[in-house]
């Protein structure tokens, strides 16, 4: 029976990499909050539905995070970006954390705060 659900909906066939979402690989500074943590990393790579961080300590998996993330593009090549996720930490060792985003938002830069909101998602 399987095999004929199979061949009705024309299944794709399963590959190791199992993410919905491509990835960029970006590096950029990085702050977080986490369960009243605050701390800096890297960015490996990002997503729409989630984000790989370089961070030197092990975060609490399944808590909510915000990741402010110095964007390496620059509005009409001049304005600094923040780009600011809430998400949930997914995986996490002492060197690298997974978060899954569940909202994204991109600001202008005012120093080292952001402050106007582009577009949220």
């Given amino acids: 029976m399987a095999t004929s659900v199979n061949r009705r909906l024309k299944l794709i066939p399963r590959t190791s990499d199992r993410r919905f979402h491509q990835r960029f690989p970006i590096s950029a500074r990085v702050e977080y909050v986490v369960a009243g943590v605050v701390g800096e990393g890297v960015t490996l790579n990002i997503s729409s539905g989630g984000a790989l961080?370089?961070?030197a300590q092990r975060l609490p998996i399944g808590k909510r995070i915000q990741l402010s993330v110095d964007w390496p593009v620059k509005l009409?090549?001049?304005i600094p970006l923040r780009f600011v996720v809430k998400g949930t930490v997914l995986r996490?060792?002492?060197e690298f954390t997974a978060v899954a985003i569940v909202r994204h938002e991109y600001?202008?830069?005012s120093?080292?705060?952001a402050s106007q909101s582009l577009?949220?998602?």
């Fill in 111 to 113: 120093g080292s705060l």
């Fill in 76 to 78: 009409d090549n001049r």
């Fill in 119 to 121: 577009l949220s998602a």
């Fill in 53 to 55: 961080v370089r961070i």
């Fill in 92 to 94: 996490s060792t002492a």
């Fill in 107 to 109: 600001f202008i830069c």
